[in-house]
Nanobody, 124 residues
Framework: QVQLVESGGGLVQAGGSLRLSCAASGRTFSSYHMGWFRQARGKEREAVATITRSGGSTYYADSVRGRFTISRDNAENTMYLQMNSLKPEDTAVYYC?????????????????WGQGTQVTVSS
């Protein structure tokens, strides 16, 4: 069993930055590919960024590439999402997820665990 807890969300002005964290319980964090997803009100959940077990490979949605950076620290059982140049359209609840199977953009369908989410609101 793995528990995921997100933190770092909040209210920020457009152009600002936030850093999200996803802390995982247990000793098997490095066994999981990890990802950040978001769901805006009235919209479907979408993959934002994913990272492989070792951190050697990453995926970014086109809408965030160049602005967001995903990383992980397996020694600290924590994953991060550095979000820069935030836009109002980035407003959503952000979730972290863990999957043994894949780090592809579609990993949401194969996620073994999800966090409870953290709200990010970007004002214009």
């Amino acid at each position: 069993q793995v528990q995921l807890v997100e933190s770092g969300g909040g209210l920020v002005q457009a152009g600002g930055s936030l850093r999200l964290s996803c802390a995982a319980s247990g000793r098997t964090f490095s066994s999981y590919h990890m990802g950040w997803f978001r769901q805006a009100r009235g919209k479907e959940r979408e993959a934002v960024a994913t990272i492989t077990r070792s951190g050697g490979s990453t995926y970014y949605a086109d809408s965030v590439r160049g602005r967001f950076t995903i990383s992980r620290d397996n020694a600290e059982n924590t994953m991060y999402l550095q979000m820069n140049s935030l836009k109002p359209e980035d407003t959503a609840v952000y979730y972290c997820a863990a999957s043994r199977l894949t780090a592809a953009a579609g990993m949401g369908r194969y996620a073994d665990y999800w966090g409870q989410g953290t709200q990010v609101t970007v004002s214009s």
